[in-house]
DNA sequence: TTTGATTCAATTGCATGCAATGTGTATGCA
DNA sequence: TGCATACACATTGCATGCAATTGAATCAAA
């Protein structure tokens, strides 16, 4: 970005799809918050292509509900607005409830070795104190486990609402920070193991919906230390102005 | 598109979004069948648009997954492939429950004036015994149905599934013209109407568990009927043709 | 000081041009 | 006759130009 960066030039038909992911990955990341704009002329001028890549990867994240349209007026990264959060939270339980069932149910031994593979880099992230890896790599898990269940259909509507799970936690960051979260973490997914292993599915079910509530309650935690530490500002200063001057 | 058309202009910004609405309304009723080729130059002929507007309307048809892209060769409809449809069953029957159970939680008296019209129209579509508008009206009833769960996310995901649903039951569109068909889609909505009105939540459920198995049963039988109206075919005739000449 | 109209700059939405890629056909060779 | 190679055509993917719309800034008047 900063250096001249030598025209990068892409393969045919990869420039709307390389940038499509690089900004799918900022936007969860939340390198790009919520609101940030995203005007196509500066972005044509950062990726170093045309308006046309951009426009389409901007249209293919405004399908995924990552970014939002101002028509006219330009796109900006989409907000996760808390007052959906309920709604969110009672189809994200049902979905990987579900997802996980079918873990349990259809997984092969080749999926196992994926899982356990990926809940170790889970664990690694946890030691290495970095929640960005962390986020990562929860999603991948997650990810993993309904893609063991074999159903494209339920593969395709989890993965989104992990998408926006992830952006929520996003919200709480910090509080994945403090030393008793991390204790918590650490070991996180070795119950889904198990139970997956075992074929187990009312087990896998039980424990994919307690991580849902889990989720939900330290979200909803995070949210009211956050407002506790808050304090009153004072109202629109324009009326006081008046009076001051 | 055969006479002239007086060089219709749109309002700027709804070019594409009228190029995609009308595309999306024509594969899902079939009159664009899948594999059919959409090709940007005569689709920009067609609506008498530059190709901009025609791309980006097949880009979000192609995140509807209502259309395949086959990069540098074109855009075709998508095949609706019947390996999936266990997959999309499981998923279908799950969602459709759920959204079922909200709309007998959460409905308004408003709702139910909406739901009681489209049951209605429904009826209507029966009677005239037009097999496209009774697969429209059924859309609308679940999407209703859906809707006065008031959950937006569900709403969403529940949306797709319905539009795959219909490219579904094309399949086995003649069944529909049955006598015996007809009678069974006779009234066929109004045990929801009950549920949902009385918010009995675990029979809504019930209804809408059977409605899909009913679903799932009428669409195999189908399929078993067109197997066994089906005659077998000659191979392909290359080899043959080689010793006759 | 606030309200209103007017101009101006910024940004999108659409039109069009060009080059790359993949397909089908024709031709030459075994 | 069968197969490989080359060429031409069709169609996309990307670059660029232009005009319409929107928001902000400016200025005048109450």
């Known amino acids: 970005m900063t250096r001249p960066q030598a025209k990068k030039v892409y393969q045919r038909g990869s420039a709307a799809q390389m940038v499509c992911d690089e900004l799918r990955k900022e936007i969860l990341t939340h390198e790009l918050k919520p609101g940030a704009p995203l005007d196509e002329t500066s972005l044509s001028k950062r990726f170093d292509v045309s308006r046309s890549p951009i426009r389409e990867a901007l249209n293919r994240l405004l399908a995924e509900r990552l970014v939002e349209n101002l028509p006219n007026k330009g796109t900006i990264v989409a907000n996760v607005d808390l007052e959906n959060f309920p709604s969110f939270i009672e189809v994200f339980d049902l979905q990987q409830r579900y997802a996980t069932r079918l873990a349990a149910r259809n997984r092969t031994s080749v ?3 994926k899982l356990r593979d990926l809940v170790k880099a889970f664990d690694d992230a946890v030691k290495e ?3 960005l890896k962390i986020l990562q790599s929860n999603f991948e898990f997650h990810l993993a486990v309904a893609e ?4 494209p259909y339920l ?9 926006e799970a992830r952006r ?3 919200i709480h960051l910090r509080s994945l920070e403090t030393a008793k979260e991390k204790a918590i973490l650490k070991g996180h997914h070795r119950d889904f193991l198990e139970a997956i292993e075992a ?3 009312e087990a896998a079910d039980a424990i994919a919906h307690e991580h849902t509530l889990k989720f939900h309650d330290r979200f909803l935690e995070a949210l009211k230390g956050q407002i506790d530490n808050d304090f009153s500002i004072e109202p629109t200063p324009r009326k006081p102005r008046l009076v001051e001057k």
Do not use: F
Not at 148 to 151: F, L, Q, T
Not at 155 to 163: A, D, G, I, T
């Open 168 to 170: 929520y936690i996003h």
């Open 155 to 163: 593969v395709r509507q989890y993965k989104e609402l992990l998408s």
């Open 199 to 201: 074929r187990d599915v």
């Open 111 to 113: 999926d196992m070795v």
């Open 148 to 151: 063991a269940g074999k159903n």
């Open 129 to 131: 104190y970095d929640p």
